[in-house]
């Protein structure tokens, strides 16, 4: 399959002004797991039956690849800018580096360049390409729109968030697996198998995520442990939590929540009304039925070397420590 961080790697941003494109090639270059392009390249596979180094499906597919990371990556600029976070995949995030401006700015054209990306895709393939693009872009900012109106709510449930992050996590990888299998030639049914477990694996990413923030290694995690915490984030934790506590641990919680400084005590406190009330489990048991979910779409799938790949690649998420 090709190298998709070698494709990354040759994309161009040694272009003027330096201020603009700087932070784009900062952010690209600085890792991450790839996990978007490399399941749109991976899904492509699995409906052309053969390696996509043996045909055209490289060509075709990978400008939707590269589309899809950058964009994904544009996110994240605006993300930190709007969580105050201060590290991103064990850098510097870009408005701490430079500063807000700059990250909201290159964040911009992170999106256009994007769109350019996406330009090469097979003529007769763009129409849908571009709708299946749009709706899914759509469904990032209403995401996003949520989970910063929960920061405000003291009213959300975990179906709320559920929804949430649906449309904020899960939407681009379903939509990277279905616009690269159609580019590929997968049947409807394919298309929507390949939908469908792309949406389960980014459920299951995003409560692995949560479960990560409040018990993962810093060394390995990339970014401060506690954070969501520290913000009073609106996680699969925090709800549950509140939905399983007790009247006294519901009010012990409910007073950290009115702290807003970022300090260990207040991570260790919260983590320990967790640790009683055994969300960490409960958190585990929903992530394990959503990967086990998206497993199952993969026996609508042509059975070859790549869905086996969508195999192990989703069991290796389930136990992710970063």
């Not at 054209?109 to 749009?134: R, T």
Request: glycine share 6%; proline share 3%; aromatic share 6%.
């Amino acid at each position: 399959m090709i190298d998709i961080n070698k494709a990354i790697e040759q994309l161009d941003w040694s272009k003027e002004p330096q201020g603009l494109y700087e932070p784009i090639a900062y952010t690209l270059v600085s890792g991450g797991k790839r996990l978007r392009p490399t399941l749109a390249l991976i899904a492509a596979e699995t409906v052309v039956n053969r390696g996509l180094l043996n045909g055209d499906a490289t060509e075709n597919v990978l400008p939707a690849a590269l589309a899809l990371e950058v964009f994904h990556n544009f996110t994240l600029l605006h993300d930190d800018v709007m969580d105050r976070a201060e590290v991103r995949r064990g850098r510097p995030t870009v408005h701490v580096k430079w500063n807000e401006n700059t990250a909201i700015l290159s964040g911009d054209q992170m999106l256009i360049e994007a769109y350019k990306l996406l330009s090469g895709v097979p003529a007769d393939k763009l129409p849908q390409v571009l709708k299946w693009f749009n709706e899914m872009a759509t469904g990032i900012c209403e995401g996003q729109q949520y989970d910063v109106d929960f920061e405000h709510m003291s009213q959300v449930t975990i179906e709320d968030y559920m929804k949430m992050i649906e449309l904020k996590t899960s939407v681009l990888l379903a939509y990277a697996m279905r616009i690269s299998g159609y580019i590929a030639g997968a049947d409807a049914t394919q298309q929507e198998a390949l939908y469908q477990f792309g949406l389960h694996i980014g459920l299951a990413f995003q409560i692995q995520d949560d479960i990560l923030d409040v018990y993962g290694d810093p060394k390995t995690f990339g970014k401060a442990i506690g954070g969501d915490i520290c913000a009073n984030k609106k996680t699969f934790l925090l709800l549950m939590a509140m939905e399983t506590a007790d009247a006294e641990a519901k009010a012990e919680l409910l007073q950290w929540l009115m702290t807003t400084d970022r300090n260990e005590e207040k991570i260790k406190a919260v983590t320990a009304i967790y640790n009683r009330l055994n969300v960490r489990d409960a958190a585990e048991t929903v992530m394990e039925e959503h990967t086990a979910l998206a497993l199952a779409q993969l026996d609508k799938l042509p059975q070859n070397d790549a869905t086996e790949q969508l195999r192990v690649l989703a069991e290796k998420l389930a136990t992710r420590k970063s």
